[in-house]
């Protein structure tokens, strides 16, 4: 089945201490891509990657990191996390950017809350 | 910056009634619209986008570029259709610029 996984789905943590959130996609996707979602925000792009070792800043880049040593997987990392991280967190990915016919397929989502 | 605005937080409406969920968007070149919903405790997935002109689910959305609209619409709601509705545009590449979302409660 084509999907997107994002583990773990939960987590409570505390403030600096480092986190990794992975992402994998088994549809041989060129793009990923992580969001996060606050009320009244909407979703928000963290990074985005166009395909391995090719990462660059979404629009609400700071306190996180990305790689993409794989095609399959693009982890999210918080280095020292902070409570205004505490957020609903999604990895979508779809295949190459630009064509209009392209959809993104979006992870379960990730409920972190930084205490 | 573009920008697409969602109006309302919540609508709320009983089953059998018309629908429609506002989505308006400022964008400089030529827009590419979507719409994605997330049922309660599922993943976000997309419902329908504007150069496919097609009716999922008894939906449909028309781009008024006019009006620089996107507005999403069903003639009769069902219960089932309550879910949090987010219109989203397309920037460069496959950046998704999404509104803040729309709740649709559905009642019986």
């Known amino acids: 089945e084509a999907q997107v996984t994002q583990n773990p789905r939960y987590l409570i943590t505390v403030t600096g201490k480092k986190l990794t959130v992975t992402c994998s996609q088994n549809?041989?996707?060129?793009?990923m891509s992580w969001y996060r979602q606050d009320p009244g925000l909407g979703l928000r792009q963290i990074y985005y990657?166009?395909?391995?070792?090719?990462?660059d800043k979404g629009d609400v880049p700071e306190g996180y990191k990305v790689s993409r040593k794989e095609k399959r997987n693009f982890p999210l990392i918080l280095e020292s996390p902070s409570p205004n991280q505490t957020s609903l967190y999604f990895c979508?990915?779809?295949?190459?950017?630009?064509?209009?016919?392209?959809?993104?397929?979006f992870g379960p989502g990730t409920r972190l809350t930084v205490l | 910056a573009q920008r697409v605005t969602q109006p309302e937080k919540l609508l709320s409406v009983f089953k059998g009634a018309p629908v429609e969920l506002k989505c308006n968007y400022s964008y400089s070149g030529s827009p590419e619209l979507f719409w994605y919903v997330q049922y309660s405790r599922q993943r976000l997935q997309l419902l329908l986008r504007?150069?496919s002109r097609e009716s999922i689910k008894g939906f449909t959305a028309d781009l008024n570029k006019g009006e620089t609209s996107f507005h999403l619409k069903k003639p009769f709601a069902q219960e089932e259709d309550s879910a949090m509705y987010y219109c989203a545009l397309r920037e460069y590449g496959n950046k998704l610029v999404f509104g803040a979302g729309t709740i649709l409660r559905v009642k019986s």
């Open positions: 979508a990915s779809s295949n190459l950017a630009g064509r209009s016919t392209d959809t993104q397929y």
């Open positions: 990657s166009m395909n391995v070792e090719v990462t």
């Open positions: 504007h150069i």
């Open positions: 549809m041989n996707h060129e793009y």
